[in-house]
């Protein structure tokens, strides 16, 4: 065993996840040492992070080995982590997902997880993860992989069906919820013990104590007739700096009696009669569409932070609440860690079905990842997940074996298309598979 790890960055050409990464990395003394290799087509992008890399290095006095590649030979030969932060077709490909089910009377709101847009993005992206998968047990068959690309639940899943690899899928969507409780509750993360259970970006806070004491029962006290989004009247802003307000949270939590995830923005994608079929529920909910041009902006901007960071204009972030340095951690100097994972059902969410990638609590350590059981869910919440994780695994078979009609059968049973007729749906998932072809090798 070498005394540093090798890291590698798929997608390291990355402005919004490889720059705060390697700060986490490099802010954490244990890792001291590790080699990362940014590995990307662009070649360019790659060297200005790696660039910015080096700088944050000298800012905080540290020593890493960094390159960037092209090659995934040269990247993947005896990595220990590969880290996955990628988007096949980007954001050229992402503005079908948008365009074309507005037309539809589907008002996305992100688009990259659920819905025909995270659909669309599900089928071009599996591939390219059936390849890096294929790539990473050929040269590096014992590394760990952490995906942090969307659809996350589709494509943790991918790795996971076609490998032997220790795979997970992270997000910091839990850490929002954390957040909103310690801000309402005026207490600290570690005061809170929280049992949660769903799929990524659709979770449910099934239970949660405060310091001990049980938590629903405070909240409701704390709030005294106020809705979430009047205690939390300004707004959230997660991690990657998007906006969300909580009328949907509350009026969810109201009347189902659990706390959802706190992202409107994300939640309505799951939901019939939020984003379908006009305009007025958005604005009814003050949900925010984020468009492909304002994500142009947001990724001429983190470039912008990027330059920055290389130039010492900008200094170096904080430590994030991401974990992918922790889990590295836990692998490399045998320290267990608990946090959120997502991973195949195998019965840690028990009325789920098995096989999809649910969203709980998990351990990593030496011997991999093992998910934390959670029990059932609600029967009433039940209803409302399964069928988003039978349309995961409809999906991925589509995916892995190129079959068209799996695929708009999938597409038939997603709750933002409950509006439309069999017809019109297999119209829309036809469109959009036109549009995006050039990514969609296996239906040819």
Known sequence: ????????????????????????LMRTPEMEGAEVVLLDPNAQAAEEVRAAGEAIARALNKEYRLWATKSEAEAFQGADFVLITISTGGLEAMAHDLAIPERYGIFHTV????????????LRNVPVFVHLA????????????????????VLTGTIAHVSALRVVGLCHGVFENYQVLQKLLSVEEKDLAVRFGGVN?????????????????????????????????????????????HKLCDELFSEYGYLPYVGDRHTCEFLPGYITPSLSSLERYKLVRTSVQERYGYRDKARQWTLDLLSGKATPPARSRETAVDIMMAFWHGR?????VNLPNVGQSDNL???????????????????????????????????????????????????????????????????LSPRQVREMGLELMAATKEWLPQFR
């Open 336 to 340: 267990p860690f608990v946090d959120v």
């Open 111 to 122: 688009g990259d997880t659920a819905g025909p847009g995270g659909w669309s993005r599900a």
């Open 201 to 245: 970006h659709f979770f449910w806070i099934l239970d949660f104590t405060v310091k001990g004491q049980p938590g629903y029962p405070l909240l409701r006290e704390k709030l005294a007739g106020k809705t979430l989004d009047e205690a939390l009247y300004e707004g959230t802003i997660d991690e990657m700096g998007f906006h969300s307000h």
């Open 134 to 153: 294929q790539q990473i047990e050929r040269y590096a068959p014992r590394a760990v992989v952490l995906n942090y690309t969307n659809p996350l639940a």
């Open 353 to 419: 079905p098995r096989g999809a990638v649910v969203e709980t609590l998990g351990i990593a350590d030496g011997l991999g990842f093992r998910a934390i059981s959670t029990g059932s869910l609600p029967p009433v919440l039940q209803q409302l997940v399964a069928p988003h994780c039978q349309e995961q695994l409809m999906v991925l078979e589509a995916a892995l074996k190129g079959d068209r009609k799996l695929a708009l059968e999938a597409l038939m049973i997603d709750p933002l298309c409950a509006h």
């Open 1 to 24: 065993m070498r005394c540093n790890p090798k890291i590698v960055m798929v997608g390291g050409g990355s402005y919004n996840w490889c720059p705060r990464l390697l700060s986490d």
